[in-house]
């Protein structure tokens, strides 16, 4: 009886001491053999996604995106403490913070930069052609011009507000105007307590105001002012986005997330099968938002949104096929 006991027991040690030993076989080979799995995953075609902060948008976009790449590629969801340590992997960033952050901790990773405005991505790509690349979230100012047009087809004058900083930023529009059968003007606001004196200036001049992306002069704390202003005068403001027609401009050109996302699809295929990311640029297709209530107190007739972002393309492809910053 002795006997049988001792024999479990030593059954017992066998298995014990045969478990321990698989076990630290399997702890070496994890030791020694860390990124297997994770070397088949990025050989089918990984992507890296750096984050707004904003959990929801984020989120969004990389569902968006998964879907129009495909089972072929992998989104991974990258954290700010591995930036630095991501070398042949392109690294799609969400907004201005999210690209310059990534560009800062690692300048051979190739980005491409999403909700970003031209001005923040054109040097950066001058400087790293095919490593550095996005899709422009700001609207041409033309095309944002065009859209004040369709709307009021008999205006000819188009009023503009800038800096001494920004005012370089129109340019490129008061040359394109003039073949639209349109002028402008631009006023520059001094200081803060200058622009509601500048402002009336200018509704004095144009059949409406064109709003562009300069956070000095357009933001919560002054969009309500010149909105009421420009009300009270009988003008309307154009742009420059469409949370400003939430808040009360009559209209805005803007490009649609799932648009975006085709696009920056379109780019990464690309980046995989050149090795080069394409130049950045504007999305393709553009919408209008527009602020019936605010059309209703001037007495303005809207047509549908779409009529208006069809006529302005017909209008660019008419004079040259593409948009015009």
Do not use: W
Request: with cysteine.
């Amino acid at each position: 009886m002795t006997r049988i006991k001792s024999t479990r027991i030593f059954r017992k040690i066998i298995n014990i001491v045969r478990n321990l030993m698989f076990r630290m076989v399997f702890l070496v080979f994890s030791l020694f053999f860390p990124t297997t799995s994770y070397c088949q995953e990025t050989s089918s075609k990984s992507i890296y996604i750096a984050g707004s902060g904003n959990t929801a948008l984020d989120q969004h976009m990389s569902s968006l995106l998964q879907d129009r790449l495909g089972n072929d590629f992998n989104l991974v969801m990258l954290p700010e403490d591995r930036e630095a340590m991501i070398t042949d992997t392109p690294i799609v960033s969400i907004g201005p913070s999210a690209f310059s952050r990534v560009r800062q901790a690692n300048r051979s990773v190739p980005i491409l930069a999403m909700f970003v405005e031209k001005d923040l991505i054109d040097g950066f790509a001058a400087r790293a052609p095919g490593q550095i690349s996005g899709v422009f979230y700001n609207v041409p100012l033309l095309r944002q011009a065009l859209t004040g047009k369709s709307i009021l087809p008999n205006a000819t004058k188009v009023a503009l507000l800038a800096t001494t900083e920004s005012v370089e930023l129109y340019e490129p529009l008061l040359d394109a105007l003039p073949a639209y059968g349109m002028t402008a003007r631009v006023f520059v606001v001094d200081n803060s307590n200058d622009l509601i004196p500048t402002l009336v200036r200018a509704l004095r001049y144009g059949d409406f105001v064109l709003a562009a992306p300069d956070d000095t002069i357009y933001n919560p704390r002054t969009i309500k002012h010149i909105l009421l202003t420009a009300y009270r005068h009988n003008r309307f403001v154009i742009g420059p986005s469409q949370a400003y027609v939430r808040a009360g401009s009559l209209a805005s050109s803007y490009a649609p997330f799932s648009v975006m996302v085709s696009q920056a699809s379109r780019f990464l295929k690309e980046y995989f099968a050149s090795g080069q990311l394409p130049p950045p640029a504007y999305p393709d297709i553009y919408r209008v938002k527009i602020n019936r209530q605010v059309a209703r107190s001037m007495n303005i007739p809207l047509p549908e949104g779409k009529n208006i972002s069809d006529e302005v393309d017909h209008a660019l492809g008419k004079k040259s096929g593409v948009d015009v910053d």
